[in-house]
């Protein structure tokens, strides 16, 4: 099969990347699992915030707000996100780090509200009182519907004649000419352009295609899910964590989702929850407020990609001619993906960046793999 863009990962990442690239070409994408989304991207708080340290990931959250609030005509049936609002509390000492929060959230046009300790109360109730002095509040927080926002771009990727296939393991790449080949078992795929989307494994799938990596590591979270708490109405809880970010209690569907929210260096393949952090995670939460956590109802582990920067990269290299790469998101991949999908698109048409990206000043420089700061693998 030859096409016009290859794109290997099917995780949020490629499917964004498949939405915009097919309304200009032809695209496949691969994906080795049985289904899309499997991996970091099906394991999400779902959460939509602009208050991320990195610069450039802000900028590209921000970017995204746009699409996610109103999406095109046709992608989806029913709202992506939906009011949730986020609250981060600091005890004395820490105001410091809340200010920083404060300020980077006002740097891109979002709104957040400086409270005292009482405010903060009335936002969040299950907090202990004479442990929260003061806190931040983004009233523009979301919940994102993830399975809408993948589902979208999927179909309508697909609509634009996207082939995508499912149970393909990559078995090797290989520049001949002006094309790379992909041989999928007794198959082949063969594009002038091909996109590393692979999340955990992008610089695995680099290596394959005999280049250097990026320096891609994977961190792995662990997150649970527990009881209701008696004597509160939690449907209008805000999603909270505390500034240094030993915790984060989230309300879901009958339930609360609670998090260390760890980040832990480990190597690619299916992650699992950790016992111990799972403790750490309840004895902060439990120290922190008049929640009583209990047997978790259920738990599990997802992956983070980053590189050393803590931004995202969208862009090629001088020695990667037609190769590019979407990478290194740190578990912002659903909330950037708007964003991430439409400059990449735009980088390999060769274009200036869209207006949305460019009005938050952002350039193609500060995504490219060969920025300063990066250090690239052997």
Same mark, same amino acid.
């Given at each position: 099969?030859?096409?016009?863009?290859?794109?290997?990962?099917?995780?949020?990442?490629?499917?964004?990347?498949?939405?915009?690239?097919?309304?200009?070409?032809?695209?496949?994408?691969?994906?080795?699992?049985?289904?899309? %989304?499997?991996?970091?991207?099906?394991?999400?708080?779902?959460?939509?915030?602009?208050?991320?340290?990195?610069?450039?990931?802000?900028?590209?959250?921000?970017? %995204?707000?746009?699409?996610?609030?109103?999406?095109?005509?046709?992608?989806?049936?029913?709202?992506?996100?939906?009011?949730?609002?986020?609250?981060?509390?600091?005890?004395?000492?820490?105001?410091?780090?809340?200010?920083?929060?404060?300020?980077?959230?006002?740097?891109?046009?979002?709104?957040?509200?400086?409270?005292?300790?009482?405010?903060?109360?009335?936002?969040?109730?299950?907090?202990?009182?004479?442990?929260?002095?003061?806190?931040?509040?983004?009233?523009?927080?979301?919940?994102?519907?993830?399975?809408?926002?993948?589902?979208?771009?999927?179909?309508?990727?697909?609509?634009?004649?996207?082939?995508?296939?499912?149970?393909?393991?990559?078995?090797?790449?290989?520049?001949?000419?002006?094309?790379?080949?992909?041989?999928?078992?007794?198959?082949?795929?063969?594009?002038?352009?091909?996109?590393?989307?692979?999340?955990?494994?992008?610089?695995?799938?680099?290596?394959?295609?005999?280049?250097?990596?990026?320096?891609?590591?994977?961190?792995?979270?662990?997150?649970?899910?527990?009881?209701?708490?008696?004597?509160?109405?939690?449907?209008?809880?805000?999603?909270?964590?505390?500034?240094?970010?030993?915790?984060?209690?989230?309300?879901?569907?009958?339930?609360?989702?609670?998090?260390?929210?760890?980040?832990?260096?480990?190597?690619?393949?299916?992650?699992?929850?950790?016992?111990?952090?799972?403790?750490?995670?309840?004895?902060?939460?439990?120290?922190?407020?008049?929640?009583?956590?209990?047997?978790?109802?259920?738990?599990?582990?997802?992956?983070?990609?980053?590189?050393?920067?803590?931004?995202?990269?969208?862009?090629?290299?001088?020695?990667?001619?037609?190769?590019?790469?979407?990478?290194?998101?740190?578990?912002?991949?659903?909330?950037?993906?708007?964003?991430?999908?439409?400059?990449?698109?735009?980088?390999?048409?060769?274009? %200036?960046?869209?207006?949305?990206?460019?009005?938050?000043?952002?350039?193609?420089?500060?995504?490219?793999?060969?920025?300063?700061?990066?250090?690239?693998?052997?």
């Amino acid at each position: 099969m030859q096409v016009d863009v290859i794109i290997i990962g099917g995780g949020i990442a490629g499917a964004s990347a498949a939405y915009f690239l097919s309304a200009h070409g032809s695209v496949a994408v691969i994906e080795r699992e049985e289904h899309f %989304s499997y991996h970091s991207s099906g394991r999400t708080a779902a959460q939509f915030t602009v208050g991320i340290s990195a610069a450039t990931m802000r900028k590209m959250a921000q970017a %995204s707000r746009a699409f996610l609030e109103t999406p095109p005509e046709g992608f989806t049936d029913h709202p992506i996100m939906t009011p949730r609002g986020c609250l981060t509390v600091a005890q004395a000492g820490q105001e410091a780090a809340l200010i920083r929060l404060r300020d980077n959230l006002h740097s891109v046009g979002a709104r957040a509200e400086y409270l005292g300790g009482r405010a903060a109360l009335a936002h969040f109730p299950a907090l202990v009182a004479d442990k929260v002095d003061a806190g931040v509040y983004e009233p523009d927080a979301m919940d994102i519907d993830v399975n809408a926002l993948l589902q979208g771009y999927l179909r309508g990727a697909k609509g634009n004649g996207a082939s995508l296939l499912t149970n393909a393991d990559v078995q090797s790449i290989c520049r001949e000419g002006e094309f790379w080949s992909v041989r999928l078992g007794d198959r082949e795929l063969r594009a002038p352009l091909l996109l590393n989307a692979a999340g955990a494994w992008i610089d695995e799938v680099t290596r394959l295609a005999g280049l250097g990596a990026l320096g891609v590591v994977p961190h792995r979270r662990t997150a649970f899910t527990f009881a209701l708490q008696p004597g509160f109405d939690t449907h209008d809880w805000p999603h909270v964590s505390n500034v240094g970010y030993g915790w984060y209690v989230k309300p879901e569907t009958g339930c609360l989702m609670g998090s260390l929210a760890d980040a832990v260096p480990t190597e690619p393949g299916d992650v699992y929850p950790d016992d111990m952090d799972v403790a750490q995670a309840i004895e902060n939460i439990e120290q922190d407020t008049l929640l009583r956590v209990g047997r978790p109802l259920s738990q599990w582990a997802g992956l983070r990609s980053f590189v050393a920067d803590k931004n995202p990269v969208a862009g090629t290299r001088p020695d990667a001619p037609g190769f590019y790469w979407l990478a290194g998101q740190g578990g912002c991949g659903i909330l950037t993906s708007p964003a991430m999908g439409q400059a990449i698109a735009a980088i390999m048409a060769g274009s %200036s960046l869209p207006a949305n990206l460019s009005a938050l000043g952002l350039i193609a420089a500060d995504l490219s793999p060969m920025r300063d700061g990066l250090q690239r693998a052997a």
